[in-house]
C-alpha cells in the first residue's frame, strides 16, 4: 500500500476543510443551539421524557446522527467530484495510485470532518442538557461505522453527479428526510401501529436506534440489528465502490 499516496490525498482534502474552520466550526454550533431552543425547550417543555429520558437528552442522538450523516456525505461527494469537474481526476488516474488508495485517501478525509462536527454537537449537547453514555465504546463504534459508511456513500454520489444539481439530490432529498422519519427526535414506539411497521423500512431507524441505545441503554430495535444494518449498508457501499473502478463508470469517459 502507497501510504504516501493516501497521505498527500488526506493532507490534501484536510487542507480543504480548515481552510473553512471556522464555518464548519460555527456552523454546527449555531444549528445545534437552534435545534436545543426549538426542541429542547419549546416541545421539551411539553413532553417530560420518552421511554424514561429527558426530552432534551433525547434528541442528541439524533441530532449528532443528522448532521455526521449529511456532512459525511457532503464532504465525500464534493471531494471527489470537483476533481472530475475540472479534469484533474485524470491526473490522479495515471499516478502509481490504486484505486484502494484513492478511496482510502477520500473516504477517510470525510470520515474525519464527519467525526469532527459529531464531537463538536456532542460537546455543544452538554451546554444545554445532562446526560450519561452508558456504553461510550459502543457509542464510539457506532460513530465511527456512520462516519465511514456515509463518507462511502457520498463518494458513490460524487463519482455517480455529473452536475452540482445532482450532488446535492440526494443528500436533500432523501437522507435529511429519511433522518428526519428516522426517529431522530421521536421515538417509533410513540408513532400508531401502522406506522411503526412502515418506519422499520427506513434504514436510518436501525442507525439513529443503536446509536441511541449507546446513551440511554434503550432502543427501537434489537442492538444485534442495528450492528447487522450498518454492517451491512458499508458492505455494499464498498461493493458499488470496487464496481465503479472496475467498470470505470463515470470515471474514464
Excluded at 465525500?76 to 484505486?99: D, H, M, N, Q, R
Excluded at 450519561?132 to 456515509?150: D, E, N, Y
Aim: glycine share 8%; charged share 10%; proline share 4%.
Amino acid at each position: 500500500m502507497n501510504l504516501q499516496a493516501v497521505k498527500a490525498i488526506y493532507l490534501f482534502e484536510m487542507a480543504r476543510f480548515f481552510r473553512t474552520l471556522m464555518q464548519s466550526f460555527i456552523s454546527p454550533v449555531i444549528s445545534t443551539s437552534l435545534y436545543f431552543v426549538v426542541f429542547g425547550t419549546a416541545i421539551g417543555s411539553r413532553i417530560e421524557s420518552v421511554e424514561g429520558v429527558s426530552y432534551g437528552a433525547f434528541i442528541v442522538p439524533g441530532l449528532v446522527m443528522l448532521s455526521v450523516m449529511t456532512q459525511a456525505t457532503a464532504n465525500a461527494s464534493f471531494g471527489i467530484y470537483f476533481p472530475k469537474f475540472i479534469g484533474t481526476i485524470y491526473e490522479l488516474l495515471s499516478a502509481p495510485v490504486s484505486f484502494f488508495e484513492i478511496v482510502v485517501g477520500y473516504v477517510g478525509a470525510a470520515a474525519t470532518k464527519a467525526l469532527f462536527i459529531g464531537c463538536v454537537i456532542l460537546g455543544t449537547a452538554w451546554f444545554f442538557v445532562d446526560m450519561q453514555i452508558a456504553h461510550p465504546g459502543a457509542m464510539v463504534a457506532f460513530l465511527l461505522m456512520t462516519c465511514f459508511s456515509f463518507s462511502l456513500l457520498g463518494f458513490i454520489i460524487g463519482i455517480w453527479a455529473q452536475n452540482f444539481e445532482q450532488l446535492q439530490l440526494i443528500p436533500l432529498l432523501v437522507i435529511t428526510p429519511l433522518v428526519f422519519l428516522g426517529g431522530a427526535f421521536y421515538g417509533i414506539s410513540m408513532l400508531p401501529p401502522v406506522w411503526q411497521t412502515i418506519s422499520m423500512f427506513n434504514p436510518v431507524v436501525y442507525l439513529i436506534s443503536g446509536f441511541r441505545w449507546a446513551f440511554f441503554d434503550t432502543a427501537d430495535v434489537p442492538i444485534a440489528i442495528s450492528l447487522m444494518a450498518i454492517t451491512f449498508f458499508m458492505a455494499a457501499c464498498l461493493a458499488v465502490i470496487w464496481w465503479i473502478f472496475k467498470t470505470g463508470y463515470r470515471i474514464k469517459s
